[in-house]
């Protein structure tokens, strides 16, 4: 018995060793030099070992290694390793790769998250590589400047979206209104009432995250919520407007009920309720509508922009990037990542895989190319985004650090004044003073 | 009514109860099985209806395509390596180290055991950066060894779930053992070992489904998806601002559900018969 | 004294054994511990390096952060709840399977299903289909009599319960390890009672439940820390909704560690925690002496 047990143990921590042994190396990217010698490459004088990361779902997971496929082929010397995950997943471990120095050599990044890497040096500046390695020239100056920072170049945009109503347009029919680009609060209201009087569907604004509908309401005042690290606004009245429409909401019974608001937080499009029929519109950005049109098949779905406050001074609308691709700084294949990133960019063939997974491509010619090819909800996408360009204006600085919890915060005032704890008054000057402290917090 | 009548009746109702109850228990399994072969649209628009409108097969296929070529049949095999190793180190090494805590006397004895008490109360999000710089260092990042490895030292929900069963065996036994020549490693051995045999399978089979579900450890020590576990693949099929593929997610997590349903199956008959001179009668 | 007879000394000999416990602590376990200790006086945000900031994670915890008394309030509440609830629950299921039946393999299974599906995501959405107001739960109170309609999960004073009664309804467990338990009390002893003519009633507080006790120790303490560090259910089904009365103290330690990038709070949040843990796990050990009954004693 004893030996058998010893024997065992002995077979096992063999094999764990020989795990162990086999992928020791996977950690820096440039020690598969040894390798390079049996390539047939003639270009190639070693292996460069790229790791790309990337969180996404089956679709964005199977293209995005077919384009890095292609690339392989059409560059021998180059290997990609791959890393994927889910979103939240993505993030927990981006922070610990970060915080032991081994990131991954490229990165998806997210317009909410660049800049505390760019922040923190985590990123590297691709500037250098610009109009070389990585062309820009067909790319919309708009897609070029939401990488910059300080002036130097550290994420390509991918794909380009924008704040989008999705709605469901036998709902608003049935309802007897009409819904176009730039309409105004008041007459979505209008609308609302309406269509809840008629179908029993309600709507919303952005409850699960409320702070992209504060940000937009303070753009159309001609201000930016988040400015130098601080809030770019000088008091409550500001943010008044944003918590005053779900307290109206509430009152006058169009706004969607709060259990189902609060079962619907963080649980995906498919039991969205849009989807579930229970709500007849749902403000998010342009890129989800293929999903929303995936997931609810049994509705024709129609796009606008969301309604713009009444009084607004400024163009409420803006483009933002969908996400980025990035370089680590501590990256030793810049250049060649850089040259990836191009491929991504500027490579028509490999939009024919990609397609708009990651959005509206922000190349021009790329966007001419695939247009024949993608289907009837990706058309509706490009024709949107085409159309709303003359109602935007400049894209907001990235958030500071400190947001998120900003934001969790604004849902947490919001969630109160739905369920009728707090006047939309005292939302706002709750909001305006931890706000404040949060990001000061933070800052120092 | 006789006696052997109302011990009938009584042995009826106790299995139509235990019946009623073990679906209560079984619904949200049942619908998720049964949503697998729900079209995707259909899973949440028809939630209240166990039976799906049309039986789909293609939620299996899809889901066990896996992604970037990387099909279902590498993660299994993958969950399967890490759960079988990392849980035959955890029973014998907890059984071996609670023996120890639970037979002999030493110096700072209940400072170790403490000790072991406490890591179970770190959080795991807390001490994963410090965790993970140490497995860098070793080179282990990228490789199966830090979801494996550590279990050879013993876990201590094992640990200390043997020592409860090895305090519960009178100490004669040790003492009839110690003269009939037997040393401390042989008493652990020959009287010990067969003895706690429920432990041991009690401790395999939540070893195994803990590293089963386990994906946190397995996202951040791998890094190539053809190294990924069941578990982390599964998550893979819902990305809350993009699609989510929730019928081939319920597919495949149906299916990874078996081999712990299996592997309690079949351990659970020990727990039942465990060792012929113990264990409770009616 | 030879190296064999050393060897053979109890002391030597307890050493050899736990010797792999030592090594896997100090080589996993106590650096980041201490680490995290360390980390708990700093402001640190993970992608740049910490800064010492002294006791200030601590003032600002207790004097300055309402949501940590309210999860920790939560986190109370939800575990002095749930712990004897599910245990109780997981003796007693384990009592009536006990008895061999042919069926009784299968019942196992199937009461230790819930258990098995853990944390999943089929759980997260049944979960929150069964007690939405036009739900399930509703439903069945209706057709017994008592017409309901109270949404469960937006419902500050209910919502806590459906969480408690899912940690019920996964006691699978807890019941496993009383089965196993169960199993290990020699029939002798129940036979020498029979003889003795002791009714079932008598045989389950003279024998079943003091030879149970050291399992039934086990449990109490495994499911205190479990439940105070429980985590999947608040993540994956209420996220603290509504108005944070189901935040779970570790779900707030982890946005402020790794959402609100504010890791140095976080790992003051965990040690808070673990002493208060700790503390509660002495007290039951202490008390243990007196009514836990081991047979090699």
């Given at each position: 018995m004893k030996k058998r047990i010893l024997s065992i143990a002995l077979a096992c921590a063999m094999i764990v060793a020989s795990f162990a042994g086999c992928g020791g190396g996977t950690t820096t990217s440039t020690d598969a030099g040894s390798a390079a010698g049996s390539d047939a490459s003639q270009a190639a004088t070693e292996t460069k070992k790229i790791r790309v990361a990337w969180w996404g779902n089956q679709v964005r997971n199977d293209r995005t290694t077919k384009v890095l496929k292609m690339y392989e082929e059409k560059n021998p010397g180059v290997k990609f390793e791959t890393e994927f995950s889910d979103w939240s997943g993505y993030w927990d471990k981006m922070a610990t790769e970060a915080a032991a120095n081994s990131m991954p050599d490229i990165i998806q990044m997210d317009y909410q998250y660049i800049k505390q890497y760019v922040n923190k040096k985590q990123l590297a500046d691709l500037t250098p590589y610009v109009g070389k390695q990585l062309k820009l020239d067909d790319v919309s100056q708009f897609s070029v400047?939401?990488?910059?920072?300080?002036?130097?170049?550290?994420?390509?945009?991918?794909?380009v979206t924008s704040p989008a109503m999705i709605y469901d347009i036998d709902s608003v029919q049935q309802a007897g209104v009409t819904l176009k680009n730039g309409m105004t609060m008041s007459e979505f209201i209008d609308a609302a009432k309406k269509i809840k009087e008629k179908t029993g569907k309600t709507c919303d604004f952005v409850y699960s995250d409320g702070e992209t509908m504060m940000e937009y309401l303070v753009r159309g005042q001609g201000k930016v919520l988040f400015q130098d690290g601080k809030l770019g606004i000088d008091s409550s009245k500001d943010v008044l407007p944003f918590f005053q429409l779900f307290e109206d909401g509430v009152k006058g019974g169009y706004l969607t009920s709060a259990e189902d608001l609060d079962a619907s937080v963080g649980t995906g499009i498919e039991q969205g309720l849009l989807v579930l029929g229970k709500q007849w519109e749902v403000?998010?950005?342009?890129?989800?509508?293929s999903a929303y049109a995936a997931a609810a098949k049994d509705k024709k779905l129609g796009i606008v922009t969301w309604p713009v406050g009444d009084n607004d001074t400024q163009k409420a609308m803006f483009l933002k990037p969908s996400m980025y691709f990035s370089v680590s700084a501590a990256s030793k294949n810049v250049e060649e990542c850089a040259k990836v990133i191009d491929f991504f960019t500027n490579n028509a063939e490999a939009y024919e895989t990609l397609l708009t997974d990651r959005g509206v491509p922000v190349s021009n010619k790329v966007q001419e190319a695939i247009k024949p090819k993608v289907d009837e909800s990706s058309k509706q996408l490009f024709d949107y985004i085409s159309a709303i360009e003359s109602e935007c204006s400049d894209t907001n600085p990235p958030p500071p650090a400190g947001m998120t919890e900003v934001a969790t915060l604004a849902h947490n005032l919001t969630e109160q004044v739905v369920y009728q704890k707090l006047t939309a008054q005292q939302a706002a000057d709750q909001f305006f003073t931890q706000a404040n402290a949060i990001l000061k917090k933070a800052a120092g | 009514m006789n006696y052997t009548q109302r011990k009938k009746i009584g042995t009826v109702i106790y299995h139509i109860l235990i019946c009623f109850f073990g679906i209560v228990m079984i619904y949200p399994l049942l619908w998720m099985v049964m949503s697998s072969f729900k079209d995707n649209t259909e899973i949440f628009t028809n939630a209240k209806s166990l039976i799906p409108k049309t039986f789909e097969l293609t939620n299996y296929s899809t889901g066990w395509a896996g992604f970037g070529g990387i099909s279902f049949s590498v993660f299994f095999r993958n969950s399967f390596v890490i759960c079988i190793l990392a849980t035959v180190g955890t029973v014998i090494s907890s059984a071996v180290i609670a023996y120890g805590f639970s037979r002999c006397n030493f110096k700072l004895r209940g400072f170790w055991f403490a000790c072991m008490i406490v890591s179970m109360m770190m959080p795991f999000q807390i001490i994963?950066?410090?965790?993970?710089?140490?497995?860098?260092?070793?080179n282990w990042v990228g490789t199966f060894a830090p979801l494996i490895v550590p279990y050879f030292f013993g876990l201590p929900f094992g640990i200390f779930l043997i020592m409860q069963f090895i305090r519960g065996i009178p100490r004669e036994l040790d003492e009839a053992a110690k003269i009939d020549g037997c040393s401390i490693y042989g008493i652990f051995v020959r009287v010990i070992l067969p003895l706690i045999v429920p432990a041991l399978v009690t401790t395999a089979i939540f070893s195994f489904m803990w590293r089963w579900d386990d994906f946190l450890a397995a996202l951040l020590y791998l890094n190539k998806p053809s190294f990924y576990p069941v578990s982390l693949a599964l998550k893979m099929f819902s990305d809350p601002s993009a699609q989510s593929n929730w019928g081939s997610m319920f597919a495949m997590a149906s299916l990874s559900l078996i081999p712990i349903f299996v592997i309690f199956i079949t351990m659970q008959k020990y727990l039942v018969e465990g060792i012929s001179t113990t264990g409770m009668k009616d | 004294m030879t190296i064999k007879q050393k060897l053979n000394r109890e002391s030597t000999a307890g050493y050899v054994f736990i010797l792999p416990f030592i090594i896997g602590f100090l080589a996993f376990t106590i650096i980041p511990i201490f680490f995290s200790f360390a980390l708990s006086f700093t402001s640190y945000d993970v992608l740049s390096a910490p800064k010492f900031i002294g006791i200030d994670n601590y003032v600002q915890m207790f004097t300055n952060d309402s949501k940590f008394w309210k999860s920790m309030g939560v986190t109370f509440y939800y575990a002095l709840v749930s712990v004897p609830l599910r245990l109780i629950f997981a003796l007693l299921v384990a009592m009536i399977l006990v008895r061999p039946s042919k069926a009784s393999g299968v019942y196992r299974a199937i009461y230790y299903l819930p258990s098995i599906m853990g944390g999943s995501v089929a759980v997260a959405v049944l979960w929150k289909r069964l007690f939405a107001s036009d739900g399930a739960?509703?439903?069945?109170?209706?057709?017994?009599?008592?017409?309901?309609?109270?949404?469960?999960?937006s419902n500050t004073s209910t919502a806590i319960w459906t969480l408690i009664i899912l940690a019920v309804w996964q006691f699978g467990s807890s019941m496993l390890i009383f089965l196993s338990g169960l199993k290990q009390i020699p029939v002798t002893y129940y036979e020498a009672a029979t003889i003795d003519g002791a009714g079932k009633m008598k045989q389950f507080f003279s024998i079943t439940l003091p030879m149970l006790t050291p399992v039934i120790f086990f449990n109490l303490v495994?499911?205190?820390?479990?439940?105070?560090?429980?985590?999947?259910?608040?993540?994956?089904?209420t996220q603290g909704k509504p108005l944070d009365s189901t935040l779970f103290y570790t779900v707030y330690m982890y946005q402020n560690s790794f959402q609100f990038n504010q890791m140095g709070y976080g790992c003051a949040m965990a040690w808070v925690m673990l002493l208060i843990v700790a503390l509660l796990t002495g007290v039951l050990f202490k008390t243990s002496n007196n009514w836990v009954y081991y047979a090699s004693k």
């Open positions: 400047d939401v990488g910059k920072f300080n002036d130097k170049l550290y994420g390509v945009s991918l794909g403000m998010t950005t342009s890129n989800q509508l | 994963m950066i410090p965790q993970f710089i140490i497995f860098k260092q070793l | 739960i509703n439903a069945l109170l209706q057709l017994v009599g008592i017409p309901c309609k109270i949404a469960w999960l495994m499911q205190l820390i479990n439940g105070f560090m429980a985590f999947t259910q608040c993540y994956i089904i």
